[in-house]
Structure formats: C-alpha cells, structure tokens
C-alpha cells in the first residue's frame, strides 16, 4: 500500500466546533489538549485524582472522572497507557457513550488487538503524531507541526475523517504532512520499531558494547562516553540528514567502519531475530504477552528496573552526565 500524504487545509471552523474529553493527561494527552485548547476547541480533562490530575487543574483544564468527561463530549480521545486502556473504557467509558460520537485513539494497540471494542454507533478514528508529546507541543508553540498518522477504523456518521482531520489540524499536524493509515498498520510498525530498533535494539546493542569494553579493561566511564553519550551525534544527524547525510558528516574512518563491521553485527542470525519479532507482533502473541504481565501486577518489569538502577552501566552514565550539569536529570555518581 503506497503512503498516502496529506496537506490539506482544514476549516478553522471544524476546528472550534470540536468539544474534546481527553482521557489521560500524560505526556501526549497533555500536549493534545494543550495545542486543541489553543487551536479554539472546547477541551476537557478526563483524571483520576493525582498528580497528573493537578496538573490539568495548574493549566486551567476542567477535570472529571473519564466517564462523566466522555458523557459530554463529540471527540473522546483515549490517551491511556496500553495496559490500563481497556479497563478503563470498560469500567467507566463505554456505558457514557452516545451514537454519533467519535472515538480516538494516539496508538492503535487497543483496537488493532481487541482489547477494546467499541459500539458500532461511534465512529472511530486515530491521530498518532510520530514524536514525543513534549515535541508535539514545543513545535506547535513554533508554529511548526509533528506529522501524524491518521487512520479510521469505523465510520458512523460519515464525517469520521473530517473530525479526525480537525483534529489532526488543532495539535499542528496538517502544518507538517497528514499520513493516512490503517490501525493494523501503524500499531505493528510501531512495536517493531520500538522493539528493533528505537528502544529494544538500542539498549541491548549499547549496553553490550559497554559491557564488552569494560570486560576488556577501559574504564566504565570511557566505554560509556563512546558507545552511550555520542550516540546522540549520531542520531541527530540521522534525524536531520538520512543515512547517506550522516556517512558524509562522519570522519571517513568512521564511516569505513560503519560499513565494514556494521553488517557483522546485525547478519542473517539478526535478520531472522527481527522476523520473528515482526511475527509476534503481528500474530498479536507480544501483546497478549505485555497485558498479561502488567495484568499480573509486572513484577518482572519491576524487578528489570531495580536491576538497572543498581547497575554498572547507569553507576558510569550518572558519572558521565554529573560532568555536564546542563543536561538537567539526575546528576550525581
């Protein structure tokens, strides 16, 4: 399927006419309802009391319970973490809805794998901007966009993607470029990238080369510098540059070396590795998996995380960041 591109403008009124309940006020769904509030859309905060709920309130949000936020709202947008999404809309949401109201969703994890599954009444939609909400909103107060994916997966009333595209144009999206999607889609590019590459091969690719330095005899925080804190040069001329941009930014020794030891690293024994990766992410036995554990009250998740802390690996990178104090975060040894 060939990547369909969106540039369109939208109506300002569609915009305004927007009466949005966010649900969940994290890093994404506070930058949503930030950029739509400013856009001139009427924006609700859908919170259980805590801090994130307080939050809401410092930024001037009305907030309620999801269920009473979704009562009243035309565009309800999910911004739960996958593992509690469902719950929620089962315990609080899906009772409160109405027919004609529209659905959405930031990842299409819930709906691809039928953890949720709404009323045929509603339509339902996603926008998935392709960054941080941090970014999302940054680039927004700029004047700039995040692209985003957009899909629908049910159309109701026969303006689900006019809605969507409303809201794609109230976070800043439409001022970079609109990709129309499928649910399926976006959902197994996402895990497999995160898992591949973007978090999953990351961390195992750096935390070996640190560990096969410091086996060798360097010292940690050398082995730290050189394959976890320089990683950052190298992904941000990736980000603004492509892959041909970089070699070319790159001393030429590094760059032999990028092509001559690279692909000894990631050959066929990899390739394979990631099909199978690729395979349980679309055979929906990794998202089974991950609601299983955090159902069970992810002990081992926890138990991963104590480790790390303690670990030689973050004792070097505290060390490493302690001598740059600009960089904000946890600073001491």
């Known amino acids: 399927?060939?990547?369909?591109?969106?540039?369109?403008?939208?109506?300002?009124?569609?915009?305004?006419?927007?009466?949005?309940?966010?649900?969940?006020?994290?890093?994404?769904?506070?930058?949503?309802?930030?950029?739509?509030?400013?856009?001139?859309?009427?924006?609700?905060?859908?919170?259980?009391?805590?801090?994130?709920?307080?939050?809401?309130?410092?930024?001037?949000?009305?907030?309620?319970?999801?269920?009473?936020?979704?009562?009243?709202?035309?565009?309800?947008?999910?911004?739960?973490?996958?593992?509690s999404a469902g719950r929620v809309f089962e315990e609080e949401i899906t009772t409160r809805l109405r027919p004609g109201q529209a659905l959405g969703f930031l990842h299409g994890f819930n709906i691809r794998y039928g953890f949720i599954r709404p009323p045929t009444d509603v339509d339902v939609v996603m926008v998935a901007p392709k960054g941080p909400g941090t970014l999302l909103r940054s680039l927004f107060q700029q004047g700039k966009g995040l692209p985003a994916l957009l899909a629908i997966s049910h159309d109701a009333t026969g303006t689900a993607r006019r809605r969507a595209m409303a809201w794609a144009a109230g976070i800043g999206s439409c001022r970079a470029a609109i990709i129309e999607t499928t649910f399926a889609v976006e959902t197994e590019t996402d895990l497999f990238g995160e898992q591949a590459v973007l978090c999953g091969g990351v961390s195992a690719l750096t935390r070996a080369a640190f560990e096969t330095m410091v086996e060798a005899g360097y010292e940690p925080e050398f082995a730290y510098l050189?394959?976890?804190?320089?990683?950052?040069?190298?992904?941000?001329?990736?980000?603004?540059?492509?892959l041909a941009g970089m070699r070319e930014r790159v001393?030429?020794?590094?760059?032999?070396?990028?092509?001559?030891?690279?692909?000894?690293?990631?050959?066929?024994?990899?390739?394979?590795?990631?099909?199978?990766?690729?395979?349980?992410?679309?055979?929906?036995?990794?998202?089974?998996?991950?609601?299983?554990?955090?159902?069970?009250?992810?002990?081992?998740?926890?138990?991963?995380?104590?480790?790390?802390?303690?670990?030689?690996?973050?004792?070097?990178?505290?060390?490493?960041?302690?001598?740059?104090?600009?960089?904000g975060g946890d600073q001491g040894a």
């Open 251 to 327: 001393s030429n020794t590094a760059e032999y070396g990028d092509r001559t030891r690279g692909p000894r690293l990631v050959g066929e024994r990899g390739r394979a590795i990631m099909r199978e990766i690729l395979a349980e992410v679309r055979d929906g036995s990794f998202a089974r998996e991950w609601i299983e554990e955090a159902e069970s009250g992810a002990a081992r998740l926890a138990e991963w995380r104590a480790a790390d802390r303690s670990s030689s690996f973050e004792q070097a990178g505290r060390t490493v960041r302690s001598w740059m104090p600009w960089l």
């Open 226 to 242: 050189e394959c976890v804190h320089e990683l950052k040069q190298v992904v941000d001329l990736l980000y603004e540059q492509g």
């Open 1 to 83: 399927m060939a990547v369909q591109l969106s540039k369109e403008v939208v109506d300002s009124s569609d915009i305004r006419a927007l009466s949005v309940a966010v649900i969940g006020y994290g890093n994404q769904g506070r930058a949503h309802a930030l950029n739509l509030r400013d856009s001139g859309a009427n924006v609700s905060i859908g919170q259980h009391p805590g801090p994130s709920a307080h939050r809401a309130y410092a930024d001037g949000f009305i907030v309620q319970s999801a269920g009473d936020a979704a009562a009243q709202s035309d565009l309800l947008i999910v911004g739960l973490p996958d593992e």
